[in-house]
C-alpha cells in the first residue's frame, strides 16, 4: 500500500464523520454532504505531493468542501438568474418543496458566504479571525456576514432580544 493510501484510509476512518456533519452543515441535505466530501478529498490526494499529517490534511479537505460548496452555490445563484432565458418557469413551479426543519430552510436562505460564516462560527465554534483566514476575507467582512445573517435568521425564525435573553 503506498503511503497515500494509509493516510487517506485513516483520515478517513478517524475524521470521515466530521468531515460529512461539517459538509452536511453547509449544504442541509447528507446526500450533497457526502458528495461534496468526496470532491474534496479527491481534489485534495489527487496532487502529487500529500503529507502524512492527519490533522493538516484535514484542514485542506474542510477548506476544499467550504471552496466547493461556495462555487457551487454561485454556480446556482447564475444558473437561478438565467434559466428562465431556457426553460418554462411555470413547469417547474411544482419543484419547490416545503421543508419542515425550519432553521434548515432559514440557512438556505442566507447567501453562500453568510451561511459558511454561520457555520463556522456556531457549529464549528471557529473565531471571527479563524473564520476570515478560512474564507480568505477581512475580520470586518466576517463581522458584517454574521451580523446580516442572525439578522435574516431572527426575522425568519421570529427570534426576538427577549426571548434570546
Aim: aromatic residues 6%.
Amino acid at each position: 500500500m503506498a503511503d497515500w493510501e494509509s493516510t487517506f484510509a485513516e483520515l478517513v476512518a478517524v475524521r470521515g464523520p466530521a468531515l460529512r456533519a461539517h459538509a452536511y452543515l453547509l449544504t442541509g441535505n447528507p446526500g450533497t454532504a457526502g458528495d461534496l466530501v468526496q470532491e474534496a478529498l479527491l481534489r485534495v490526494f489527487g496532487r502529487l505531493r500529500v503529507g502524512t499529517d492527519i490533522e493538516q490534511l484535514e484542514g485542506y479537505v474542510r477548506r476544499a468542501i467550504l471552496n466547493l460548496y461556495v462555487d457551487d452555490r454561485r454556480r446556482a445563484k447564475k444558473w437561478h438568474e438565467t434559466r428562465h432565458l431556457l426553460v418554462d418557469q411555470a413547469a417547474h413551479d411544482d419543484d419547490h418543496l416545503v421543508t419542515a426543519n425550519a432553521v434548515r430552510q432559514a440557512l438556505s436562505d442566507l447567501s453562500p458566504k453568510q451561511r459558511a460564516c454561520v457555520v463556522l462560527r456556531y457549529y464549528e465554534d471557529l473565531s471571527v479571525l479563524e473564520i476570515a483566514d478560512q474564507l480568505g476575507c477581512a475580520e470586518g467582512t466576517v463581522k458584517r456576514h454574521l451580523a446580516d445573517a442572525r439578522t435574516r435568521l431572527a426575522a425568519q425564525l421570529g427570534v426576538t432580544e427577549e426571548s434570546v435573553q
